[in-house]
């Protein structure tokens, strides 16, 4: 018996419309690598919003699934996520792998600065920052003074508690922010500042990257024209820093003297002085110094207060070791000076803990995205130009292959039989390849070094062992992606 279908025009529209998004969305890019599934329109961002887990876990997970390289598409964009060290570096260390994703819903300002900066721009203010780092910062005497002084802050702030909980992020990341501050425009703010305070603030709202909150304006662009969503709130806050930032830099302008450069801002002045005669501007120019200034403040603020927040938090929750470092600092440094970065080498204990809480507190999880430049192979696998790439730190510094009982605080990892600080390939917070954030490793380095060093010095055990400390589970559980390390 035939069976007759009928089939109104309106039905055939309606079909192949949805043949042609099926096909869209089960049609991968040729020889791309494996990974889960996605939805219509929004791929697989679903899947970190229906869960409890974290969305480093979420991670983890596809990469027990699917192994070192797969791929995902997050609303519209294809993305690859690297877990092994030898995909990462062999990526970035490839120009073709080191551009940025454009981020235009974030130019409230024209230029580009070097976190998300691309090509020549990219590479010469990168260059140019590396070298007044050098000039204003690792290596000089002053801005190491400018360290020590600014980690008092936080451990005058303990002593004075006297025992009573207070709010360390506070004081933390107003002393990094301190010291970026000194570097870059030559001023420290009060803790008690309301317009520092404020910027502080702001620079948190930007810096929580969350899938949800950021992630949504680079995954679906329309979402950013949405009022009081995630975009509108990072303009605003970079509105607010921008009005602090221009004020300080008609000062600077105002007070320039060639003979006398203090900080980063006056160098990169300078350089645009010397740009304009050579009618260069296209690097060195007013929008561009915003953003590479910028970009110092938001690289690098969070990262190291949480970095440092995390190496408190073990430590109070592993006195042994808290002991341990304590007689290792008295017996290097002594009681009567202040530890100074060449006291580095001598105090190996101090390095493990730092490279242990960089590992288990993984600041930058999922790294900074990079963006394919051109179609490129890798791995033997095809990455279409735009493909975004995610270097993902998690997985590599917790992967239970790698790390033996990776959970665990362990600073001893880091040292040989003879207590003598042993670095290890696999730990690479600062990345690797061409694009190896050695500004942020030395800065930060020293940075932390510094008020750890301080602050473990003068503080007294009931610190790190009194009632009603922090616990550790309970902070790891409620660390979020969004950074937040409040305890
Ligand atoms: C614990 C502290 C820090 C960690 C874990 C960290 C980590 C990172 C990572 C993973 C990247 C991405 C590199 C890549 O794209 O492959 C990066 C980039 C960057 N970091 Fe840091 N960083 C820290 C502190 C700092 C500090 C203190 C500064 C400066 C004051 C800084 C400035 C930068 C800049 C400017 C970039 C962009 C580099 C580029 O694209 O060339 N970071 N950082």
Known sequence: MAVSIDLDFPSVIVGAITFWLLVKIMNRPKNFPPGPWGFPVFGCLPHFLFTRKRSRDVFKDWYYQYGPIYSLKMGSAYVVVLNSIESIHDALIRPEFQDRPRLDFL???????????????WQEQRKFVHQIFRDFGVGNASFEDAIVEEANFPTDALLQSDGKVINLEHHISNAVSNIISSVSFGQRFEYDDKKFQCILAKFEDIMQPSILRFGLSVFLPFTQYIPFSGSTKIRESLKTYMNF????????????????????????????????K??????????????????????????????LLWAFLFLL??????????????????????????????????????????????????SVPHTAATDSELHGYTIPKGTLIIPNFHVIFTDENKWDEPAKFYPERFLDKDGNYVKRDDLIPFSTGVVDSVLGSSLQGWSSSSSSHTSCRKCPSRFLTGEGRPQLKESMESFTDQGSTKF
């Open 278 to 307: 050579n009618e260069r501007l296209d690097v060195f120019n007013d929008d561009n110094m915003f953003w590479a200034i910028a970009d110092l403040f938001f690289a690098g603020t969070e990262t190291t207060t949480i970095t």
């Open 317 to 366: 929750n592993n006195p042994d070791v808290e002991k341990k470092v304590k007689a290792q600092l008295n017996k290097v440094v002594g009681r009567n000076r202040m530890p100074r970065y060449s006291d580095r080498p001598k105090l190996p204990l101090v390095e493990a803990i730092i490279s242990e809480s960089l590992r288990l507190g993984t600041a930058s999880a999922l």
């Open 107 to 121: 130019l409230v300002r024209k230029g580009e600065g070097i976190a998300l900066g691309n090509g020549k721009v």
């Open 245 to 276: 930032y221009d004020e300080i830099t008609i000062e600077h302008q105002a007070k320039f003297d060639v003979e006398n450069m203090k900080d980063i801002m006056d160098a990169y002045l300078l350089e645009i002085k010397k740009s304009n």
